[in-house]
């Protein structure tokens, strides 16, 4: 999950953080949703209940 202009100020930025983060949640595990990080960061995972 990316949100402008926090993760990214461009619509490619913007899906690059989105797209890191989904992949960090696809490595997480079922059920994860993450949070991109600031630029130059790892995305932040988060357990869904």
């Known amino acids: 999950?990316?949100?402008f202009p926090v993760h990214g100020d461009s619509p490619e930025s913007l899906m690059q953080a989105a797209d890191t983060a989904m992949y960090a949640a696809k490595h997480g595990?079922?059920?994860r949703v993450c949070v991109a990080a600031s630029p130059g960061l790892p995305?932040?995972?988060a357990?869904?209940?």
Do not use: F, K, V
Request: charge should be positive; glycine fraction near 8%.
């Open 1 to 3: 999950m990316a949100a």
């Open 43 to 45: 995305a932040q995972p």
């Open 47 to 49: 357990r869904l209940a």
């Open 29 to 31: 595990g079922r059920d």
